[in-house]
């Protein structure tokens, strides 16, 4: 029986009805069929109904509506080859028939046949995005997705990344998917060395999200380090800290961290106060910038006391000079020493 309906669906193709249409009418043997396929709940033998219909009735015009219901049976029963077989002969009749392409996908992911997947991943992201805008084809275009892209963000070869990425936004540049490719390529290219690809994917990334913080707090950190391009670290550092940003309380800090040690470097010593003061309470999971930013913001105090002999900021600077001496790094020794100093000179306790 199976091979006969599969025979019939093989041979509906030419005369077919257009697209899923339930006749207004049930008179006759045909109506009288349908009725029991909608009265029906029990799955067996409702089955047998829908069997029934599609092998004497293959040219009523309710015909692409039955092989709907049957296809979604056939899924339901795991016959996965009637399921795609209807899925194609349902594509004759109405090529925009999102239902009956996404079932034929969720039938082919049932076999565990890659090739099959692929081609219906396909069929069914083409679909969708060719629909009207509703959830069910937002539902339809990401599960399609996951199976046409997801495996690419497994590999490790930037270039099979990058040609999931260049058809996904050919296709759909909205796609959730997409940001994860980019992400994913650019982690890989930054771990090989590739500064030059690493900068251009994160100008790129940014381009698609103004405010992605990953690839704000690279590009500030990448001008920073060294102080190979300060003006550039402050544009991308000033993005990453202002409120449109995504950025996390630690991305944020680093980013304050970054504007604060440039302000003082540059004698900008309200500037200085103000981000390094925002960055500190953050930065326990980073030390050495922690370490950075204590050393420069007890300096931008002492700056801003010793004019005045404003002993409050005096005080705050051999705090900071004094806590920065506690952690282990490049300024442990220069805060040991200017603390010293500040409590012999001001006769601090």
Request: with cysteine; glycine share 4%.
């Amino acid at each position: 029986m199976r091979k006969t309906i599969l025979a019939l669906l093989f041979c509906a193709f030419a005369a077919l009805p257009a697209k899923r249409h339930l006749a207004e009418t049930t008179a006759g043997p045909a109506g009288l069929i349908i009725q029991q396929i909608l009265q029906e709940t029990d799955p067996e033998r409702r089955s047998v109904y829908l069997r029934m219909f599609l092998e004497r009735f293959p040219q009523h015009e309710s015909f692409t509506w039955v092989l709907g219901e049957a296809q979604t049976h056939y899924l339901a029963v795991k016959d996965f080859d009637s399921a795609i077989r209807a899925g194609e002969t349902l594509l004759q009749a109405d090529p925009a028939d999102l239902p009956a392409v996404h079932t034929a996908l969720q039938a082919a992911q049932g076999k565990g046949a890659a090739n099959l997947i692929q081609l219906w991943a396909q069929r069914t992201a083409e679909a969708a995005l060719r629909a009207e805008p509703s959830d069910y084809a937002r539902q339809c275009l990401t599960y399609a997705e996951y199976f046409l892209y997801a495996p690419a963000l497994q590999s490790n070869e930037p270039k099979v990344l990058q040609a999931a990425a260049a058809q996904l936004e050919k296709s759909n540049p909205a796609s959730e998917y997409l940001p994860q490719l980019r992400a994913r390529i650019f982690h890989l290219h930054r771990q090989s060395g590739n500064v030059g690809q690493t900068l251009a994917l994160a100008e790129a990334k940014l381009k698609q999200d103004p405010n992605q913080p990953d690839m704000l707090l690279f590009l500030a950190s990448h001008y920073y380090d060294g102080l190979k391009d300060p003006q550039k670290a402050i544009l991308y550092a000033k993005r990453l800290v202002a409120p449109t940003s995504k950025a996390t309380p630690t991305q944020a800090a680093l980013g304050h961290t970054m504007l604060g040690v440039i302000a003082s470097q540059d004698a900008r010593l309200v500037d200085a106060e103000s981000h390094l003061r925002a960055a500190i309470p953050h930065l326990d999971p980073h030390p050495a910038l922690k370490s950075e930013a204590l050393f420069h913001l007890g300096f931008v105090n002492l700056r801003l006391g010793e004019p005045k002999q404003d002993l409050r900021r005096i005080e705050q600077a051999y705090k900071l000079h004094a806590e920065c001496a506690t952690i282990a790094g490049p300024f442990k020794d220069q805060a040991a020493s200017s603390a010293a100093g500040i409590r012999s000179q001001y006769h601090l306790k």
